[in-house]
């Protein structure tokens, strides 16, 4: 069973920045695209940002030339720069499987909450 372990979450004030880190129990990334969602109170859990075995990324308009998704073969980051109040959510990271009948995974959540 794999789990995926987020940390980096915090308060910070707007314009601040933050790193999350996921780490994997296993090189889970080396075939599983990996991901970060956010759910915010009353919202549903949207896509931040998402990069592929190959380094190909894609972000939500949101956080574009905000945000940075990186990875290595254990962890996916979020490093997230000039933060906003609308950036507070639940972050989670996300493993997507390649194909169907290998499951997905998602960590348990870290709390980011941008306020002054």
């Known amino acids: 069973q794999v789990q995926l372990v987020e940390s980096g979450g915090g308060l910070v004030q707007p314009g601040g920045s933050l790193r999350l880190s996921c780490v994997a129990s296993?090189?889970?990334?080396?075939?599983?695209?990996g991901g970060w969602y956010r759910q915010a109170p009353g919202k549903q859990r949207e896509l931040v940002a998402t990069?592929?075995?190959?380094?190909r990324i894609d972000y939500a308009d949101s956080v574009k030339g905000r945000f940075t998704i990186s990875r290595d073969k254990n962890a996916v980051f979020l490093q997230m720069n000039s933060l906003k109040p609308e950036d507070t959510a639940v972050y989670y990271c996300?493993?997507?499987?390649?194909?169907?009948?290998?499951?997905?995974?998602w960590g348990q959540g870290t709390q980011v909450t941008v306020s002054s």
């Open positions: 996300n493993a997507d499987s390649p194909i169907a009948t290998m499951p997905d995974y």
């Open positions: 296993g090189s889970i990334f080396r075939i599983y695209t």
């Open positions: 990069i592929t075995t190959d380094d």
